[in-house]
């Protein structure tokens, strides 16, 4: 989690920056930084790649020298948005009593780029989620030697449903499977692993919601127990936790019951199956990751919040 503190102390020290150059340059702030950041992407397009492929981390970022004497760099809209978000975990962490170390951030950037992909990893973060096989597969080639980095080295994990006869495309192409939700499924991923020489981590998908369009097994289902139990012979998996999504435009009580519900199955299941790990609890969205946090969550999952409204998908169906 060294990652996280330390994007969390770059953002706090910009945020810190810009706000010094604004009481400096107020009242004509406005008037003075429009023109600036025109000139400082304008000289950045004749020497370099476009702002939105650069990273901010190194000294090769953009930036301005202010008559003051400070420097400024451009702030990307994602950069902004992470920092709020970094701000709302770490006030969740302490209504919670938990240390920020606690909570990995996935960045879901399903209908994304891959140059979206390559900005957030360049502002450090290094966990994506993504809904499908195909869409994935034609940005996995933009990425593969950003997925190869020793310093900026991402994972990629597959949070969609999946179908059975898609699972052997699925584990070439993502470093984890966070969807689990049957027992064919889960043979056929072993099976693929197995031909690759690779130990695939997998989380079981709970539903907890009576939405048909919700994907996920019913935790007292019989295929729920036959899994669990089938797991633990699948050598070629590694049983890392449970998955889910509460249910849309309920009241926040409603939200905070579900996600005490998978916290509280994730405890009795691990109890009963000391053979297999239960340590991540991935649950709580762009809307609703704040309660998740409070409730236990250890994996949240932001798309809408950090990289902005969607277009919806427009790929081959899957």
Known sequence: ??????????????????????????????????????????????????????????????????????RIEVVTLLQENLE?????????????GRSRSDIELMSVSKTYPASTIEEAAS????????NRVQEFAAKSEELASLRRSASKSIR?????????????RAVELFDAIDSLDSVKLAERLNEAAAKLNKRLPVLIEVKLSTEETKAGLDPDSADTAQLIERLSDLSHLQMRGLMTIAPWGIPENETRACFRALRQIRDHWASAHPRLNFNVLSMGMSGDFAIAIEEGATRIRIGTALFGKRKPYAGPPE
């Open 156 to 168: 990629v994990h597959l949070i969609g449903h999946l179908q059975s006869n898609k699972s052997a």
């Open 1 to 70: 989690m060294a990652a996280q503190s330390w994007i969390a102390a770059r953002l706090a020290e910009r945020g810190a920056l810009v706000r010094r150059v604004q009481s400096i340059l107020q009242p004509n702030i406005q008037s003075f930084w429009h023109p600036l950041v025109d000139q400082v992407e304008h000289q950045s397009e004749q020497t370099s790649p476009p702002l939105s492929k650069r990273g901010f981390g190194d000294d090769s970022r953009p930036e301005a020298q202010l008559h003051c004497g400070l």
């Open 84 to 96: 709020r978000i970094e701000a709302a975990i770490e006030l969740a962490c302490r209504r919670a």
């Open 123 to 130: 502002l450090g973060l290094s966990l994506f989620g993504e």
